[in-house]
């Protein structure tokens, strides 16, 4: 059952609350917030909107009587960036990231039927050891302010829902399903399962069709399963089958099952191809994020539907969760689809000193160092991985890991960071293609890091950036470095480019800022696209105007957004509805 709804709150700045045992008893004060959403977001005020420290969440619940007997677990699909959990006087469960779900057996400290204190908190603070990376500066007068180096706003609390939920003490506690082959009408898959409990009970599988039909099935906790006549997932068609899982007793008694949806298609780099079900497959979407006025990075069915909604009409087939994994309804809601995703670790901000770090207010640092991006990140940055391939390895839509963006991958400290991390990827999941989305300062020549990786991902932004204003100029220098990195025989995907563009602003000449230079640099990014063999995609940041920390360079946050951040469309809309549904 979903624990969704108005919890009790408080803005713990001092850190009181831990040294005073908060957990033991009612918080203090009578504030209450929305779960999910984020609470800087939802507060009036600077106390709330830049807070750093803790904060606490309670709420009382009552457990479902027919519950008695079963194992009973505490889930939240995320707390940004770190949580401890109670329930009750008891601590059950303790995390570190802001952006995957974590989850505590609470059988033995709730009772069916009875009442139960659930009491959360979340430390907002971004170190060196967490992903993304940051530090917190102490100003003279004693305040505290979260440094960071990515460029948006630092939202905060329990974005996503919170659930109790109940399952037999033996229980199916992993899946995981891959397409191995197809071969003409016929599809074979993959399929491992983990149970926990009685790990030698007998386990059964049926695939079941989009229809409930059973259309295969497999005896034995791991295997393979032949599917004739099969339908494949294909971008735009999001066609899904139901792995079912069954656990049995003794006596062939039903323990426990779970249907995992899934996907038959397979995913291949070919040279400067991206293959998808051995089709070449070129992207058209967006960088995105989960960001909306009033709540924030806070989860919303209503905005997420509608922001499909939008991709269907301009004619996207896909985007990135940059930069964080989103709510896995996005990927729900894109497999069933046939969305294509590039799914991203949180591995933001990784670059202080070749020009991202420009954003961090105590100036330029070296980034790969024992007290800056060292042993500790990276084993943060391990854990993120790992959590997010363990969350949405079973979803079709997904076809590349991305596991950082723009880090800096000058510094030739840059290669023993990511070499072990790429193996990581491909050891937890060899079907997918890793990759990461590079930096403007790391030109081929420069950059030492891509040959580990199976597609290039890059973010450029000549005519604004660089040449600001110079179309012509821009034109040029574009595609001679896509060319260079063109050489190297892999794919690109240009994972980011655009301009900052205030909605309603016009110009006859095609100035900055107007809605008629963000047309026509997108124009110009297109015609050399479409001049390189090797382009394979174009995600234009951003699908929507998003909120960033404040200064003279971000008036009312980041405005490169096709949409605004209301969702109404900017004069680029309409043109690239024209590009990408064919009617160019």
């Known amino acids: 059952m979903t624990l969704d709804g108005l919890w009790r709150f408080v803005l713990d700045p001092g850190g009181r609350g831990r040294a005073e045992h908060w957990w033991a008893g009612a918080l203090p004060g009578d504030a209450e917030v929305p779960v999910p959403a984020s609470f800087n977001g939802v507060l009036p005020g600077r106390e709330a909107h830049d807070h750093v ?4 969440y309670q709420r009382v619940i009552r457990v479902p009587r027919g519950w008695a007997g079963e194992r009973i677990v505490l889930r939240l699909d995320a707390a940004t960036h770190r949580a401890v959990v109670w329930v009750g006087d008891t601590q059950v469960a303790e995390h570190e990231g802001g952006y995957t779900p974590f989850e505590a057996d609470v059988t033995e400290h709730v009772q069916a039927g009875e009442e139960a204190r659930v009491t959360v908190v979340v430390n907002t603070e971004l170190r060196w050891s967490s992903i993304p990376p940051g530090f917190v500066q102490e100003l003279e007068d004693g305040r505290l302010l979260q440094q960071y180096f990515h460029d948006f706003f630092n939202y905060t609390g329990l974005h996503r829902s919170v659930w109790l939920h109940a399952t037999p003490h033996t229980h199916v506690s992993d899946v995981t ?6 071969n003409g009408e016929v599809g074979t898959i993959g399929y491992r399962v983990a149970v926990a409990g009685d790990a030698e009970r007998p386990v059964r599988v049926v695939v079941r069709d989009a ?6 099935g497999a005896d034995g906790a791991q295997g393979t399963v032949r599917i004739e006549d099969v339908q494949l997932w294909r971008p735009g068609a999001g066609y899904l089958y139901t792995l079912e899982v069954t656990v049995l007793g003794a006596g062939g008694e039903v323990v426990d099952v779970y249907p995992q949806p899934f996907g038959v298609r397979t995913v291949a780099v070919d040279g400067i191809r991206f293959l998808i079900n051995g089709e070449p497959f070129y992207f058209t979407g967006f960088g995105k994020h989960e960001d909306f006025p009033v709540h924030g990075r806070g989860f919303d ?34 497999d069933r689809h046939g969305i294509v995703v590039i799914d991203e670790t949180a591995a933001v901000g990784l670059n202080l000193d070749t020009g991202a770090g420009v954003l961090n207010q105590a100036g330029p640092m070296e980034t790969y160092s024992d007290t800056t991006i060292g042993a500790h990140t990276q084993k943060a940055h391990r854990q993120a991985i790992r959590e997010l391939v363990a969350r949405d390895k079973n979803h079709p839509c997904v076809v590349i890991w991305s596991i950082a963006n723009e880090p800096d991958t000058v510094s030739p400290a840059a290669r023993p960071y990511f070499e072990p ?11 997918r293609p890793v990759g ?21 991902m890059i973010n450029r932004y000549y005519g604004w950036y660089a040449n600001t204003g110079d179309l012509v100029a821009s034109e040029r220098l574009l595609e001679a470095e896509l060319r260079e990195w063109a050489q190297r025989g892999k794919p690109i995907v240009m994972t980011e480019y655009g301009a900052d563009t205030q909605a309603g602003q016009h110009s ?24 390189i063999d090797a ?3 174009e995600q234009i940041w951003n699908f929507a105007d998003f909120a960033t920390r404040g200064g003279i360079n971000r008036v009312g946050g980041n405005k490169k957004g096709v949409f605004t951040r209301e969702r109404q469309p900017k004069a680029s809309a309409h043109t690239l509805r024209r590009r990408w549904r064919g009617q160019e």
Do not use: C, K
């Open 53 to 56: 420290g803790d904060v606490w």
């Open 177 to 182: 399903v891959t397409t191995t082959r197809i």
């Open 436 to 456: 990461f989305v590079n930096f403007m300062m790391a030109t081929p020549e420069r950059d030492v890091i891509s040959d580990l990786f199976d597609v290039l």
């Open 508 to 531: 006859l000449i095609g100035e900055t800022w107007s809605e008629e230079y963000q047309v026509d640099l997108l124009a110009m990014y297109h015609r050399v696209f479409d001049r």
């Open 301 to 334: 069915p209503a905005v997420m539907v509608h922001d499909f909604e939008l991709l269907r009409w301009i004619g996207a087939n896909s985007f990135r969760t940059s930069h964080y994994p989103y709510d896995e309804a996005f990927l729900d809601y894109a």
């Open 535 to 537: 382009v394979v995609g």
């Open 211 to 216: 229809g409930g039909i059973e259309v295969a």
């Open 421 to 431: 991390l790429v193996a990581e990827t491909r050891r937890l999941d060899p079907t």
